[in-house]
């Protein structure tokens, strides 16, 4: 059986991408990455392996490999002969993350406020007529 699958990224900008072979362990890792940073697997939350190898399409040993990959990456805590959490976000980690979030919408919400300024100033807008002879 053949070890490799397509994995095809997706982009709003140009959706004709070149394929990109990978391992079934690659694109198992990329899934399961993608699912922690979502936060659909929750953090604190434990790892069944065989379901989440199931829901990925995938058998065991990709999974196993993955799952080092992300151990190592901080993203999960395993306990040898024990159970394999979810790592939860620190305090730090907290506030960097939400730093992030207040700093990337700090423009938008600019562009909100001078839209809104904007229309205001447009409503109350009368186009001059033509001129009185008086």
Known sequence: MDSTVLFQPLSPRNASVQLQTVTKAKAVYIEARSRILKGTLAPGSAVNQEALAADLGGSITPLREALRRL????????????????TPLTSQELLEEMYAIRTGARPICRWVDLRERIGGAARGYRPAGPPEDG
């Open 71 to 86: 151990e190592m990456e901080g993203l999960i805590h395993m306990e040898p002969h024990r159970t394999m959490t979810i």
